[in-house]
């Protein structure tokens, strides 16, 4: 299929300084290789950075002006507020998401270029992804999420029906839908129900297309009081906007609950069984 040559778009990235070097530079190079090219790759420092992190921005934006844009935040506002205010500077409409230390397949962006020229309504598009720990070329799961827009909300009334780094979304549709909130780690599924709520159209691409950057503390992280809590406040928020059934909000109330209570061990077989399954 032909891309018009006159569709183009940004990429959004929000920078940490506890990101490593060598994560930030593959991420970097990755969106640089993609088949069909971004007209912008725009990150927003989240904060004062180490000298190493400012140093790569230095060189990118110095090599090529045009295509790098940097957005300062003099203090750390944490992911969803960084990413707002990088998508206010945003200069086109369709925005690509990526995080600093994942790994985007180099047609990634091509093929949800594609699907926005062959459907003008959508909103959002997502992927599946495989994840790694240690080297990309050894991946251990997959996040299979849905792909057509009802089954995407079905999911989303309990679970994320996108994986955050992969979405390519409309910049006026998020900024409609009143932008990122101060969720703690949840961020991308309020938004992305607000988003529905609000009466976008969403498709996901069944095919993994990013290489997510995963390690053996991330379930860890998942088990934790703040985590569980957030999701859980989440959901009930849902629920009483009439989104999400009370039925739903009693699920993700008792398995997060259960989450927290569980050994790891145990959660990571939750995890490899029934969240997550095979590489693709």
Known sequence: MAIDD???????????KKEKPEFLIESIESMLKQTYSAEEILIVKD??????????????????????????????????????????SCRNELVARMDTDDISLNNRCELQIEEFMKNPLLCIVGTWINEFYDHPSNTLTSRVVPVNH???????????????????????????SGGYKNVMRKEDIDLFVRMLHHGCIAKNIPKSLLLYRSNKDSL??????VNCKSYIKVIYNFWRMGYSSLLDFLIVFISQITFFIIPVWMLKIINNKILRGKPL
Do not use: C
């Open 6 to 16: 006159n569709l183009k778009y940004s990429v959004l990235m929000s920078l940490y």
């Open 47 to 88: 904060g004062p950075l180490t000298n190493q992190l400012d140093l790569i921005l230095s060189n990118y934006k110095l090599s090529n002006p045009r295509l790098f844009s940097i957005v300062e935040l003099k203090d750390n506002l944490g992911l969803g507020l960084a990413l707002n205010e990088g998508l206010k």
């Open 150 to 176: 009802n089954d995407i909300m079905k999911f989303s009334r309990r679970r994320s029906p996108f994986n955050h780094p992969t979405v390519m979304y409309k910049k006026s549709a998020v900024l409609n």
């Open 220 to 225: 860890k992280r998942r088990k934790t009081w």
